[in-house]
């Protein structure tokens, strides 16, 4: 094996751009988090669940060092495709992928010593059934650390949202958009649901941080908006009433902005780890 003091990587090869730029800006927030607090111990094993394109996974692995296996579980086959050409870029042996869903972790009780999940439980349909798998392949005392955004994420926009119902007599969206608002949950009901699912909790630290526009213009078309968000928002509509209700609210959003100067987001987020039980 190379010596890491002898390794030498080619600028011009194309995989290598790609490595180089490759951290998600939304993601980052949240991996800091959880980068500066995770306990760093020689751990044998680690899987970190809804691993993305390999963020936190490669950087964490690595400053555990090579005597950690590690793995990560997405289903998403062409961003277990890109964590691949990374490994082979940076000539990193000691991480695998798995392209399945955590909700079934094809590994055998108590394999792992370290779970992470940036940003990533909060995601699935049924995080408590990810949550029980996570505490069914953890070995006893070993660690889960996860992050995630909470309600509140966005307020700012969603008090302008609130508010053109109202100016369009569609107070009847209403009780669709507070259900979408409060689906993010607490830290009392991460909490809870982390404790129902064997673990007790060690630490919680809680953060924030903010995005800025120059206008709700400038938000409403913004890559990762569209991608990440645009859905279910457009699907408490009906058609009919969908294009009204966008009108009006990019027209409010940007009075918003005309008013504070920029248009401003914040997003409440958490840290927290878990030890099983």
């Not at 940036?118 to 995080?127: C, K, L, R, Y």
Request: proline share 4%; glycine share 6%.
């Amino acid at each position: 094996m190379t010596n890491y003091y002898e390794r030498k990587f080619n600028w011009d090869n194309p995989n290598m751009v790609s490595q180089y730029d490759d951290l998600p800006l939304w993601s980052s927030y949240f991996g800091h988090l959880l980068l500066d607090n995770v306990p760093l111990k020689k751990y044998r094993t680690y899987l970190d669940v809804a691993c993305g394109t390999g963020f936190p996974l490669i950087d964490l692995c690595q400053k555990i060092g090579n005597g950690c296996k590690g793995y990560g579980i997405d289903p998403w086959s062409r961003a277990a495709e890109r964590i691949r050409m990374k490994l082979a870029a940076t000539e990193i042996k000691n991480i695998e992928v798995i392209e399945s869903s955590a909700e079934t972790i094809p590994f055998d009780d108590g394999y792992f010593d370290l779970i992470t999940s940036n940003v990533g439980i909060n995601n699935f349909a049924e995080p408590e059934k990810v949550l029980k798998e996570c505490w069914r392949v953890l070995h006893k005392h070993g660690t889960l650390c996860i992050t995630s955004n909470l309600t509140g994420t966005f307020q700012e926009f969603y008090n302008v949202f609130h508010t053109t119902l109202i100016d369009l007599g569609m107070i009847k969206y209403d009780t669709a958009l507070q259900t979408h608002i409060d689906h993010r949950g607490t830290v009392s009901s991460f909490s809870i649901m982390v404790r129902n699912c064997g673990f007790s909790i060690n630490k919680t630290i809680e953060s924030s941080f903010s995005l800025r526009f120059l206008n709700g213009t400038a938000f409403l078309n913004h890559h990762f908006i569209v991608c990440g968000f645009m859905d279910p928002w457009c699907s408490m509509f009906s058609p009919d009433e969908r294009d009204l209700f966008f009108k009006k609210f990019e027209f409010n959003l940007n009075k918003y902005s005309d008013i504070h100067g920029e248009f401003k987001v914040s997003i409440p987020m958490v840290y927290m780890e878990c030890v099983k039980k």
